[in-house]
Each structure stands twice: as C-alpha cells, then as structure tokens.
C-alpha cells in the first residue's frame, strides 16, 4: 500500500513535492574555492590556495615562484617546491540540517597524490593515488558551524624514494628503471607512486611533481542512497529494419555499508520514458555499494535511432541522445532522489583478429558492422597544471584533430585518465579513443598493497568512462611488455609480476567491468598471439600480430620503404621544432640563435636529437649558417618540413598498405602518429605546439589523412605509382585523374597525363604506373634529370565533389633545380561566411590570402609576426604553388581581426629564403 499511496503522491501532487525539492534532494557542499591556505612543512611559506589546483600554480599567484615556469631551466630550479611537504587547510560552516542526514561522506575526486586528511583534528583517511576518488564518512566528526579540513601531503618524489627502498628490503629486488636519462632533467621512481608518470619529466616534457586537490571536493549528505555512475551497452538487432536496440543500464549506487534499502528508478532517453517506478530492492557491500541492472528494449516504431559512427566513418554522424537515470530512495524520509544524466551513442564495436596466410592475425576495427581504417594519432597530457587547462584550449585541440580527419586518438599510458569534458569532446567530434590505463615505460610493484589500488583506480576509472561511446579498446599500459621483451631480460622476477597487474589484476577488472570493449594487455602487443604467450612475448613488436610502435630517427625518412609492414601503427614520429613565436614564451632573445645554445638546448629531453635534426636537414634541405633569430627562424622551418614529410610518408603508406599483395603483406588498418599536442615550448614530436599555433605536419595531416588519399610513390625498379585511397562507403564511384610534370623554372606544365578509373567502398586502387626513366624520356628537353622536375597528381569525380591532390619529389630537394621564384602576396581578403557549429562552439572567420609565382615553389610556409598579437591558424601550410597561383586560408575566432593586419603581419617563406 506504501507505494502505491506514493506513486499516487509523485504524480497527482507533483506540484507539491516540487516545492519540497530543497529537502528531497541530496545534500552537497562544495569545498571548492579559494578560501584555502597552503603552508610549507616549516611554515615559512603560508599562501593563499585555490581548489582545483597545485601548488606550483598556487605560489605563481601569490608571486613566490615566476609567472613563467616554463621559462628556460625554471623546472630544475622550482624542484624545491616538490621536496617541500605542504599543508592545504580551510574553514567551512556546515548548516544544522546537513548533520540531521544518515550519511555524510567527504568525497575527493581526485587528490595528488600522497596526504593525510583529518577533520577538526581527527584523522579520517589517507590518500596515495592520484586517479583514485575517495570517500569519507565523517557523520561523527563534522559539526554545526565552523569546521577546518587539513589535508597534510608528503613530497611525491621523496615518498617515491621511500617506498622503492621499502620494497628493495623486504623483496630483495628492485622494480626498473630507478631513474630516467639525465637529458630529462627529471625524478626516479615514479613506478612507486600512482601520480601522473610525465609530471616526474618525461622526452617531451618537464618535471614539475605536484601536490595539491586537483579535482572537486566536496561533502554530500543523504538518508538514502545516491547514483554514483551509469554504464550503458547499445545492441543492435541488424535482422530487423530499421534496427531495432537494446539498451543495458547498469547503475551503480552507493550508501552506508552492508545496508538493505528500497529504489524506485525511473530511465528516460531524449525525455521518452523507458522504465518508470522499477521497485529494486538493493544491498550494498561492506564499502557501501550496490547496482542495479536493467535491459530496455527500444522499438523502431516508437524511436528512430541514430546510429554515432567516428568522424568521417559512413554517414559521418555522431548523434548523442540524452540519458537520465533517477533514484527515489523512497525508505528515507524524506524521500530523497538522485538523478544523474550521460550523454550516450548508439554504436558497436570490435577488434577484428582473424588468421592471415601465411602468417599472423589482422588487427583492426569494426563501428556499427563496418571496418574503419584509425586514423589519428596520440595524446599525452596537455598541461602539467591541470588546473591551467581551459575549456577553449582543450576544444581547439580536439577540434584541430577533427578538422585533420582524424578519427582515433590514443591517449598515452603516463598521464592522467583525462577529463569529463576531453570524452564528451570526443563523443562529439566523432574521435574514437584508444585508453591505456596509466602505467608507461616502467615495471611496477605487485605486491597486494599496490595491486589493490591498482584495481580501485581501474573498477573507478572504467565506471566513470564507460557510457561514452568515443571510447574504443581499453589498454593495460604502455611499452611495459616491449620493455620485459628488449630493456629488462636479465631480470626473470619481472614476468610473473608483470601478469599479476595487467592480467590478474587490470585484465580482470575490466572484464567484469566492461563486456562492450575490447582490451589488450599492452601497447604495443600481439594482441590474442601475446595472450597465447601468457601476456609477455618474446617479441611483442611482430609486425604480423596488434600494434607496433616504430621510430628510426636515422633512417632515410622520406623514403617509405624504411616504415614496418605492420597491422597497426600505434605510434611513429619524428620531432621538429616549435615555432619561433612559441620559443618566445621560454626564452630571452639572445638565446634565440642558431647553432642552439645549451638554454634552449635544455629543453630538449632526448639526447643527440637536436644533432639528428641537423643531420636529416643536411640530408634533404640546406642547412642554415649561423647568426641571429633570422637564422634560428630557418632552422625552425627546416626542421618542421623534415618532420610534416617524414610524417606523410609514413602515413601514406600505412593507408595504401592495407591493401593486400601475392605474399600477404598489408593488412595495415591504423596509423596514430605520436603526437597531437605539446605540454611546454621545446623541440618535440607534436603537430600542434603547446601555444596552440599548428605546426607545418598538422597541415599536412589534413591531407595525408582525408578520406580520400591519392598517392604517390616509387618502387624499387623506379617504377612511378599512384593508389588512390577510399575510407568512405558511397559505392562504386567514377574518377578522373590529371598527372602534370613540371620543370621548377615554369609554371605551366612541360606535360600532361589524365585517365579514369573506377572505384568501391573502402578501396585502395592503383590508378597509374609507369617507369619514372621513361616518362622523363617522354618530355624532350625539359626534365633531362630527375633535379629537373617534380611531379603535381589530381584526382576527381565528374562533378568535384570528391578532390584529391598531392605532389612527388623525384630527388631530395637540395638536389633540384629550384630557382629564386617571384613570389608575391596579392591580396587578404575575409571569406563572407563564417564556419559555425553549435551554440556553445566558437566561430571561425576565415580569410583568403592569394599568392602569386612566376615558378614552381615549393614548401611555402605562411606564418604572422611572432609579437603581432594576431591569434589563428593557417589551414594551409608547407605547401606548393604549381600554377602561378594558390590561395591559403586562415582561421580565426577573433572577430575583430581585419584582412589589413594580417596582411602587415603575414610572413611568407619558402627554401629558397634559406640562409
């Protein structure tokens, strides 16, 4: 009778309890704000504290530490902030009515990383995990009105130290590597601390170990139960048409421990309702928690369902439906509720590992049914200070990744599990995520201790995730199984350690977590061949098996042939350096010459590589000479055309390649280059530098990865071929094709070829092949030599809707016959439209800047005065003219930038400009 006199309560007098919403609502505090203090462990510092933060960023306001600290060796000489122990203390009033509840928990969702937490002087729990979320029951301690919470942290790299001399003595062994190379300028043992790995320095990256609340905090107060998260799986019924769903919901709750209560939910998607006052009965454990499952069928008469797809992928639609999940705990009195609501997609996905003759599995991706070659590339943190990430720098990121035809990411195993808002990005712009849990280029503990956070950190981490359907393979960790197979073989205790944590712990966990994803223990793995081998494999970089990843920074880079014939490339690169703009924020001026001096020098974190940019610019371009800023901007623009082809290369050959030859070489169906985005100014693997500005690669990306992909290359018998590369699936479609070879001295083609060709879905097809011998032969006098000519390919169809171009070297650029071309602005003009997206995006205005040539010129690079003060990006960048004529584009979403000052500030350099 209960509950039906409630229904009746809930639906006839809603108006009612509506007004009673302040008392049937949980009860939350936040402790958020600025009204903290943080004091050093001799308390000659005390400042004032924001939460969200960090230390570093606290002392940088309060002006203890430079605004800059990035600024030259500023990361070695700030490390006294992490040796120092801080304090981080507040006074709140809790309101009477708070202390009336049942339950009244601290939650912290995340703090960094080690620290004591008491309330009013008493103890009430410790932290040691950086990713994990905690929860305090404090009923007994928090009181009516004023209440001081002190958080007492203990120095990341110290307490490191400690805990691997610890384990040292009681197993008589150590867990590698102790410490990094000097070049990091870094800390050792960050394998003994579950922090951010990079905040310890990493190749690219600075050591700046933070301390601090760096996630909200917060105190909620309930009689009844609470939602933690919701987990979803989206089946599809493709015997029906249109397809009919299932959808599961999985709610996890959370209460007093070991306590029986009653729940009503409610479940809704786009405000249709699919369940409506299911009476569960819930026991939640001896850490308070409890689930609820539930199996909602969703008819295609009642609803049309959308299905999301990554971006570029069939339809091309990442459709997002509103979820929303209530709980009425209806045993507490009041009656409370908890609702929470997820943004979900409607998709499927599958890691397909099929035998291949003779040898080896396939490894690629299935969305909806349908395979997808993974283009993208990889993400590492984007600022050392989370706290200093912003929502418009994150969107850019994201977006610049969409806007490059991205649609995989892959976010690297030594940062942090990232942000609510970087998934709900993700969902949105279609970018599918390949999520390694946070263990890199290390071996780790396993005793229980550390094995049990681990499974907390990953059961928490999973659980929050879950529901988005950009997330598509979870992975156990990164480069740890190649290191057991290549770095540490001499040390036989590091197997079986290694399957407790990925296998017996982290493999299990998500198995029970997760049944809509695939996981692999490792990257790179054999993927199901490294499992066979008990997870660790004799060589788990087998070009026939998973992932591989592949740097040969010696190695002639321009030349595909020095890239494996891999099934997925999971991470590839080559570094350059930042622009000349971006150096500018890390160093005084006089330290802006070439050669480098060992200032900016400091910033580079792998040994010899500034040597080995050298050596491959003297391999293809013209070294510059030395002198001043001048000469340093020419290196800088040397060293990212080295870096955007090497990139091309590869990445066009991994797209052709998965087309399949007479000896079962192919096969490859992902390319994620390394990397997207930069966490400081220095010389690094990124296509987007840590300003924001792209660099000359995340240009090309665009190209290299559109959907559709004509390229270009020579075989070994100096055969001339052209694929041409199709990731759509409209059908068979008609093309033409124009091959145009030029003399560099002239605009106009000394000759023109053109065919036609048809095509399917998903299709690599050879368009053109001819002897590059033969075909010079063929134009008389004008490309005697291969230093004569180079070669410019477009392909179309009937009505241009579908454009691809590309271009061919047929010798090293320092090799050729370039001339001094007269190139010449003609005009800046602002597009009349603008490009927009949903309300709560930025606009870009774009603007067209003409270029004019009386010959070919190649790798034009237009850039704006380093101190203009003008923000945006040139879409266009390292590009050729061919025709006496190209227009570029440049984007921006300040509204107020005018044609006129971008014209007084466009700085246009091609490699004739080098000096």
Not at 97 to 126: E, H, P
């Amino acid at each position: 009778m209960f509950y039906k006199y409630y229904i009746f309560i809930r639906y006839i007098v809603g108006i009612y309890l509506l007004l009673l919403v302040n008392s049937c609502l949980t009860d939350y505090l936040s402790l958020d704000g600025n009204q903290w203090h943080a004091i050093n462990q001799n308390k000659s510092v005390k400042i004032g504290a924001k939460v969200p933060g960090s230390i570093y960023t606290d002392l940088r306001t309060a002006k203890i530490i430079p605004e800059n600290l990035y600024f030259t060796d500023n990361d070695v000489k700030l490390r006294w902030v992490s040796y120092d122990n801080w304090t981080y203390e507040r006074t709140f009033s809790v309101d009477s009515s708070l202390l009336n509840k049942q339950n009244v928990y601290l939650v912290a969702n995340g703090i960094d990383t080690v620290s004591t937490v008491r309330l009013n002087g008493q103890l009430v729990g410790q932290t040691d995990n950086q990713f994990v979320r905690y929860r305090f029951d404090i009923r007994s301690v928090v009181k009516s009105g004023p209440n001081t919470l002190r958080l007492d942290f203990q120095s990341a790299p110290l307490y490191a130290r400690q805990k691997s001399r610890e384990f040292q003595n009681k197993y008589n062994y150590t867990v590698a590597p102790d410490c990094p190379p000097d070049q990091y300028h870094g800390e050792c043992h960050y394998n003994f601390v579950r922090k951010m790995a990079a905040s310890f320095a990493w190749d690219w990256g600075p050591a700046f170990p933070t301390q601090g609340i760096w996630k909200p905090i917060g105190i909620e107060a309930y009689n009844g139960a609470i939602i933690r998260d919701v987990t979803v799986e989206t089946i599809a019924n493709r015997s029906k048409v249109p397809v009919e769903w299932s959808l599961t919901v999985q709610v996890f709750v959370e209460s007093a421990a070991n306590r029986q209560l009653d729940g009503l939910f409610d479940i809704q998607l786009d405000n249709q309702q699919l369940l409506a006052n299911k009476l569960i009965k819930l026991k939640t454990n001896d850490k308070g928690e409890s689930t609820a499952l539930f199996v909602l069928p969703i008819l295609s008469s009642h609803t049309s369902i959308e299905q999301w797809f990554p971006n570029g992928v069939a339809n091309n639609t990442q459709k997002l439906y509103d979820l929303n999940v209530q709980l009425t705990s209806s045993s507490a009195a009041p009656v409370e509720i908890s609702a929470v609501s997820r943004q979900i997609g409607f998709r499927t996905i599958e890691l397909i590992q099929e035998p291949v003759k003779p040898e080896g599995l396939t490894f690629y991706f299935r969305v909806n049914g349908l395979p997808f070659f993974a283009k993208g590339s990889n993400w590492i943190p984007a600022n050392n200070f989370m706290e200093d990430l912003t929502e418009p720098y994150l969107r850019h990121l994201l977006s610049s990744a969409k806007q490059a035809n991205m649609n995989m990411m892959r976010v690297w195993g030594g940062g942090v599990y990232e942000s609510d808002l970087f998934y709900r990005l993700a969902d949105e712009y279609g970018i599918m995520i390949w999520q390694d849990f946070m263990f890199a280029c290390s071996l780790y503990p396993a005793n229980q201790e550390f094995l049990e956070t681990v499974r907390t950190e990953v059961i928490q981490n999973v659980r929050r995730l879950q529901y988005h359907p950009s997330i598509a393979i979870w992975a156990g960790n990164n480069e740890n199984e190649l290191g057991l197979a290549s770095w540490w073989t001499h040390l036989p205790q590091y197997p079986p350690d290694y399957r407790k944590l990925y296998a017996d712990t982290i493999g299990q966990a998500v198995a029970l977590e997760d049944t809509t994803r695939p996981f692999v223990p490792s990257s790179p793995s054999n993927g199901l061949d490294t499992i066979r081998e008990n997870y660790t494999a004799a060589n788990p970089g087998d070009t026939h098996y998973g992932d591989v990843h592949h740097y040969d920074d010696l190695a002639d880079l321009w030349d595909w042939r020095s890239a494996p014939n891999a099934r997925f490339v999971s991470e590839y690169g080559f570094q350059s350096f930042p622009s000349l703009e971006t150096l500018m924020q890390a160093f005084p001026d006089q330290e802006l010459v070439y050669p480098l001096t060992p200032a900016v020098e400091h910033h580079q974190h792998k040994e010899f590589e500034d040597q080995i940019i050298d050596g491959q610019i003297g391999s293809y371009l013209i070294k510059p000479s030395k002198g001043s800023i001048d000469r340093l901007n020419d290196f800088i623009y040397s060293s990212q055309l080295i870096h955007a082809m090497s990139m091309k290369t590869q990445t066009e050959y991994y797209r052709r390649n998965r087309k399949v030859d007479d000896k079962g070489n192919g096969h490859t169906m992902g390319a994620l280059y390394w990397q997207l985005n930069d966490i400081w100014p220095a010389p690094t693997w990124a296509s987007i530098e840590s300003t924001g500005k792209w660099k000359v690669l995340h240009s090309y990306a665009i190209r290299f990865m559109a959907n559709h992909l004509v390229t270009p290359y020579e075989d070994s018998d100096q055969q001339l071929k052209i694929d041409f590369v199709r990731d759509d699936y409209l059908g068979m479609l008609s093309f033409n094709y124009t091959i145009r070879l030029y003399n560099w001295s002239q605009c106009l083609p000394v000759r023109t070829i053109t065919g036609h060709f048809l095509s399917n879905s998903f299709s690599v097809t050879e368009i053109y092949s001819q002897s590059i011998p033969d075909l010079l032969k063929t134009v008389d006098t004008k490309c005697r030599t291969r230093a004569d000519c180079v070669v410019s390919i477009d392909v179309y169809n009937s009505d241009h809707s579908i454009h691809a171009n590309n271009f061919m070297l047929l010798t090293k650029p320092n090799q050729a016959k370039l001339v001094k071309s007269n190139l010449r602005v003609i005009s800046v003009h602002k597009q009349q439209q603008h490009v927009s997206g949903r309300t709560d995006k930025p606009l870009k205005y774009m603007f067209d800047i003409k270029l004019s040539a009386d010959s070919v010129v190649p790798f034009v690079v237009v850039d704006l005065k380093p101190k203009s003060g003008l923000t945006g990006q040139f879409v266009d960048n390292g590009f050729f003219i061919f025709d006496g004529n190209f227009t570029a584009t440049f984007q921006t979403s300040d509204p107020d930038i005018s044609g006129q000052q971008i014209s007084d500030n466009l700085i246009v350099k091609t490699l004739t400009d080098v000096k």
